[in-house]
């Protein structure tokens, strides 16, 4: 079975620009959480998606938004990007909601802002 | 404070240690725990979910103490394989939301 995929693996966008980040979870899974790791901390949570509808909500700006679609992928997207949202950023996908079964990640996506 | 914390370490352990990490969260509304673990550049890998009642898989053994709110993972016979870092994560229902730790880095050494 396919894991969890993620498009593109890395991108380079210029400062003020806009990015979309494209998820598809495994097969059978309903949630996809987003995070965005920076080197040397752990993933920080930014959304929670289960069944089409946000769940939960890290703390992050406004320019930060998501949505999930009826075959359950799902993509975030970040406006007016900052040289700060550079990062390595996750998606996961569960089963049901994060909070009762385990996620599994996909290999990300590396932005890098200029 | 925040709200789940690790000992960054590093780890330097030799093959074939015993060597135990610990997590603290803040949260007693918390409701799930796992490890994961992370190799450098790639994505977060479940290494194990944490009951109540303490759980085993091979040489790893994770427990929890909901009392003092923390939890641990011990890893015996150290690889070199496990040279990686590991990430405790707590979820809790209250606002939907997964806190992971920033990590302990386990280094073992031939």
């Known amino acids: 079975d396919a894991g969890v995929t993620q498009s593109p693996t890395h991108l380079i966008k210029t400062r003020g620009q806009h990015v979309t980040l494209r998820c598809s979870p495994i097969s059978g899974h309903k949630s996809v959480s987003w995070y965005q790791q920076v080197l040397g901390q752990g993933p920080q949570f930014i959304f929670q998606y289960y069944e089409k509808e946000e769940r939960g909500r890290g703390n992050f700006p406004d320019r930060f938004s998501a949505r999930q679609f009826p075959n359950y992928s799902s993509e975030l997207n970040v406006n007016a990007l900052l040289l700060g949202d550079s990062a390595l950023y996750l998606c996961a996908s569960s089963f049901e909601g994060v909070d009762l079964n385990e996620q599994y990640f996909g290999p990300g996506t590396r932005l890098t802002v200029t | 404070r925040k709200e789940v914390e690790q000992d960054p370490g590093p780890f330097n352990v030799p093959e074939g240690a015993t060597v135990a990490f610990n997590c603290t969260y803040s949260?007693?509304?918390?409701?799930?725990f796992f490890w994961y673990r992370q190799d450098c550049r790639k994505e977060p890998k479940l290494l194990m979910s944490v009951y109540s009642s303490g759980n085993e898989d091979g040489r790893f053994t994770a427990q929890l103490n909901r009392a003092s709110q923390y939890i641990s993972l011990l890893i015996r016979d150290s690889k070199l394989s496990d040279s990686a870092t590991y990430l405790c994560?707590?979820?809790?229902?209250?606002?939907?939301?997964?806190?992971f730790g920033a990590g302990t880095r386990l280094f073992v050494k031939a």
């Open positions: 949260n007693s509304a918390s409701q799930s």
């Open positions: 994560v707590v979820t809790h229902t209250g606002g939907f939301k997964t806190i």
